[in-house]
């Protein structure tokens, strides 16, 4: 391999068809090469994976962004130096010349029930429509979801109608639009979300997502946040929807229950990152 072969060739053309990287997780490792791309000045080759070089790149970073945004560059460039390591492509791992970065792991927070009724009011109140439908029940029909359902919004957005049992009142939420890809869920869902589900449905015409977006991706969590601050609510993103059903769960049935509706094989993953400790209380404290 010529050393002067871009990364980004790489990427899209060796590493994304291998991983089998699905489109958001493609694009999030475009934005780490063009950002080390700024960075250098030119676009990266593989002659750029040098320790200096991108620990310069993950300095700078670090001075302008999180140390967990700073993060997730280094995963991806790492992944891509890794595997041209495995490919022998290149002589040295990363590890062997990157030191570690670490971010620090925050508190949990979710939503609490009387902010998702708030949201879902707003929800209401908003005007216009999305993909030809109103906006009004698009947006609160996809917040009940996300919260009935404790499911990734990435996931529910791939949702088809052939999902979707009205009369049951249940979501199948497939493996292969979840994280990890590896499994199936079927959720239940509230009489007022298939309710609004069946008015999304009356105006679906020929259209197989539930909820189609119809605008630039990102620009859904901007719409969110609006609603968020009309319903004077902190916003916690649809992540904190997940992480609100999580809470509410491991308060009522407990923390195993809450890792089996998330999906999780371990509970300390769920306990770690999700559940907000002012919701589902510990039943004993430091002072005790």
Not at 17 to 26: V, Y
Not at 203 to 208: F, K, N, S, V
Not at 223 to 247: D, E, F, N, T
Request: charged share 25%; glycine share 6%; proline share 5%.
């Amino acid at each position: 391999m010529a050393e002067s072969e871009t990364l980004r060739s790489i990427l899209d053309a060796d590493y994304a068809p291998l991983r089998g990287l699905k489109p958001k997780a493609l694009t999030q490792f475009r934005l780490s090469l063009q950002r080390f791309a700024e960075h250098l000045g030119h676009e990266p080759t593989v002659a750029d994976l040098t320790g200096i070089a991108v620990q310069r790149f993950l300095s700078a970073r670090k001075a302008k962004v999180s140390a967990a945004t700073a993060l997730k560059d280094r995963t991806h460039l790492a992944a891509l130096w890794n595997h041209l390591f495995r490919l022998r492509r290149v002589e040295v791992a990363p590890a062997a010349v990157l030191p570690p970065l670490r971010a620090p792991r925050r508190v949990p927070r979710a939503y609490r029930d009387h902010e998702v009724a708030a949201t879902l009011r707003a929800c209401l109140a908003t005007h216009g429509g999305i993909d030809g439908r109103p906006a009004s029940i698009w947006h609160g029909s996809l917040v009940r979801a996300a919260f009935e359902t404790a499911e990734r919004v990435g996931a529910l957005l791939a949702v088809e109608w052939r999902d979707v049992d009205l009369p049951e009142r249940t979501i199948l939420l497939r493996a292969e639009n979840r994280k990890g890809a590896h499994q199936d869920l079927l959720r239940p869902i509230s009489a007022i979300t298939a309710g609004w589900l069946a008015e999304l449905r009356r105006d679906a015409g020929d259209r197989r997502l539930v909820w189609r977006w119809d605008r630039t991706p990102t620009h859904l969590w901007s719409h969110l946040r609006a609603i968020c601050k009309r319903a004077g609510v902190q916003p916690r993103g649809y992540h904190g929807l997940r992480r609100a059903a999580a809470s509410y769960i491991a308060a009522a049935g407990g923390l195993g229950e809450a890792a089996a509706a998330l999906g999780h094989a371990s509970p300390t993953t769920t306990q770690a990152h999700y559940v907000d400790q002012t919701i589902a209380k510990p039943t004993r404290s430091h002072l005790d």
